[in-house]
Structures are given as C-alpha cells and as structure tokens.
C-alpha cells in the first residue's frame, strides 16, 4: 500500500518537494493546504487531489501518514506539532521553528510521538560534504584545528515584496541568518562539532528589511575549536558557499567541489554531482536525496537521523547574535508575543 503524503504551503520551495514525492513510487500525494485559496485551488486542480485551508483541516479530512511542511517560519512549530501529536511523520523546511522557545516545543512533541520528524538541511547531502564528513570521522586528518565558512549571496527586493514574511521578524524569525546562512550553520556543527558559545553581530545593510542581511559569527565548538563565519545577502551574485576546515594532517576546502590537502602535499577532489539545472539550478539535488532517505526510513526504529534538536540548536545559536544585534527590537517582540 502506498504511503499517504500531503504537502502544507504552496510557495517556491513546494514544488523541490512535490517533484520529489511524484518521483517515488510507493508514495502517493492526496491532499494539498495553502491558506492561499487561489494557490490551493490552482495545486488542486494541476495535481487532482484535495485543498485545505488549514493544516488542521488537511489532517482530519485526508489523514496523511506525512507531511511535508513548507510554510513560512512563523507557521512551522504548530503544524509539526500537531501532526506529531497526531501520529503523522514530519518533513519540516528549515528553520524547523521560528524561535528557540517554539523549536524546543517541537523537540518535545517529537520526544513524545511515535511519528519521524526530519528539518530539511538538506545540504548534508550534497556529495562533496558527505565526503567530508566521512573523512573527518575517519580520523585521516587528525583532529580539527579550526574552520572558516561564508555565505555570500544576491537577494533582491523584489525577492521580499513577492513573500513579505521573508523581510520580517514575525514571520521569518529573522533574515539572512534564518533563512539562507541556516545551512552553512549546520554544517559547521555538524561537520566540526557541537557549538558551545558563540559572538557576533548582525545588521540590516543594504535591503529594505527588517530583519539583517549581513552577519559575522565566531562560533565555538567542543574542545575550543574555533569556527570564523561571514555571510550577507547583498553581493552581485550567489557565490558558492566556502566551507574550510583545518586540521593537523591537512586541511579540506568545500566550494562546489571538495579539495582535499594532505600536510604530505597530496590533494583529492570530489566533484560535486549534486548540482541540477535550469533557473533554481543552486537548489541542487539533495531535497530529493534527503526526501528519497526520509520515505525509505520509515521503518526504522530509530529518529531519522537529522532531528529537531539540530534543528533547534541552530536557532539557539541565531538567537544569541539577534538579542545582542537587535536588543530593542527583540525585547518589543517578546512583549508583543512575536518573538519567543
Ligand atoms: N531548504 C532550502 O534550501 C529552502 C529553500 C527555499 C525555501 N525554504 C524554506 O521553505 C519554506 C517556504 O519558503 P518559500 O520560499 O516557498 O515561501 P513562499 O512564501 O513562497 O510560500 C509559502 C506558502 O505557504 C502558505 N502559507 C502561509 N501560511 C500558511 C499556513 N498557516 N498554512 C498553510 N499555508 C500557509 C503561503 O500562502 C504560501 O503559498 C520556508 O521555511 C523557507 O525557509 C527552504
């Protein structure tokens, strides 16, 4: 029998997760929810399955077994929730919530389900960073001394006006930080290890946003390793995203491909085989490789293995550079109950 899978938000990043539903064959889409009614009755009649206007309403009318949900920032803690709640599994876009109070509130509800939850950090399954992380786990390199990341990106204007929640702290949670340096992030703990502090400062730039586009971090890790972090979203262009590692036998350089220095003067490449085509062409591959994985797990007793808790811990992290970044305005959200 087929798995039931429904998809909640209706936007740009839907259509990575419908095309990677559609190319499975044991799983079968049979219902759709934007509160949007225009996009959900044009998803509805494009893709022959049922519109909701609430998450809610999907749950009791179409009884999914997943979900995938795909909504802004502000909208992710309680649809997980209650389809945890629900027995339903999650795919959850990153962040998996807007704040760290709601992230812990879906680390909770994952604790006491039965049901799977997966954050879409799907950049782990990028094939040069999944090289990485096996040949640092592998001892080869010795111990990590020290890494450096940056994210530099082109978002424009009219990139905000056409989802306003992007540019704002209700909605997105934040900015730059949030929504696109999210990713790099999670590398660096999960390639380095666990953050255990962290300093740095965020700003509003150059965008017409509330929320920063431009942020500088030094993160941290276990044993005092530290992690130098750059990002913003008002280049030219989107640069490859560089994440370098230094360690004491050789160092690793992720761009598109990894490139690997030994101290003895060998280097190794592993091309990047994840890249697709076409407009979206930077989005890749691995949604549907971490999709594909998410669906194939699903028998297993085990929490799939990128859990709310990482999800969390990123946002933990965010939040330390927001309330010393933006101290009046995120003490304002607290009190207005925006911001948690
Ligand atoms: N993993 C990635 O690389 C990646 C890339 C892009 C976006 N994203 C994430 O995907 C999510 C959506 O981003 P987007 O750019 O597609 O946004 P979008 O604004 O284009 O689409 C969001 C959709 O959700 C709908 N919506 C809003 N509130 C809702 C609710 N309560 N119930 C049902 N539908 C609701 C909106 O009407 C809209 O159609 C965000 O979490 C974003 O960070 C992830």
């Known amino acids: 029998m087929s798995v039931r899978a429904a998809i909640i938000g209706l936007g740009d990043i839907s259509s990575l997760h419908l095309a990677a539903i559609d190319a499975l064959d044991d799983v079968e889409l049979v219902a759709v929810c934007d509160i949007d009614p225009d996009r959900a009755a044009a998803a509805s009649e494009r893709l022959g399955v049922p519109a909701y206007a609430s998450h809610q309403a999907l749950f009791a009318g179409a009884q999914p077994d997943v979900v995938h949900i795909t909504t802004p920032h502000s909208e992710h803690a309680a649809a997980a929730i209650d389809a945890l709640d629900a027995g339903i599994h999650v795919i959850v876009e990153k962040p998996v919530a807007r704040d760290p109070r709601q992230a812990a509130a879906v680390e909770a509800a994952a604790a006491r389900s039965s049901a799977k939850i997966a954050v879409c950090f799907q950049n782990r399954y990028n094939t040069p960073v999944r090289a990485a992380k096996q040949l640092l786990d592998s001892g080869a390199l010795g111990a990590i001394t020290g890494a450096a990341a940056t994210v530099i990106w082109h978002r424009t204007a009219a990139y905000y006006e056409a989802a306003p929640w992007r540019g704002t702290w209700a909605g997105g949670g934040g900015g730059l930080l949030m929504n696109q340096a999210i990713h790099t992030l999670d590398l660096l703990r999960w390639l380095v290890g666990p ?18 586009d431009t942020a500088e971090l030094t993160l941290t890790h276990d044993g005092g390793i530290r992690s130098g972090f750059y990002a913003t979203n008002t280049h030219a262009t989107n640069a490859p995203i560089t994440v370098d590692i230094v360690a004491e036998n050789g160092q690793l350089s992720l761009r598109e491909n990894l490139v690997v220095s030994y101290a003895d003067g060998r280097t190794e490449t592993v091309a990047d085989d994840s890249v697709a085509t076409g407009e979206r062409a930077y989005w890749g591959v691995s949604h549907e490789r971490l999709i594909t994985d998410f669906y194939a797990r699903l028998g297993e007793v085990d929490p799939f293995w990128i859990t709310p808790a990482d999800g969390a811990r990123v946002v933990d992290i965010i939040h330390e550079v927001y309330e010393r970044s933006y101290p009046e305005q995120t003490a304002q959200l607290k009190r207005n109950g925006e911001l948690q």
């Open 195 to 212: 953050v255990v502090s962290v300093t740095g400062t965020a700003s509003t730039r150059v965008l017409p946003i509330e929320v920063e």
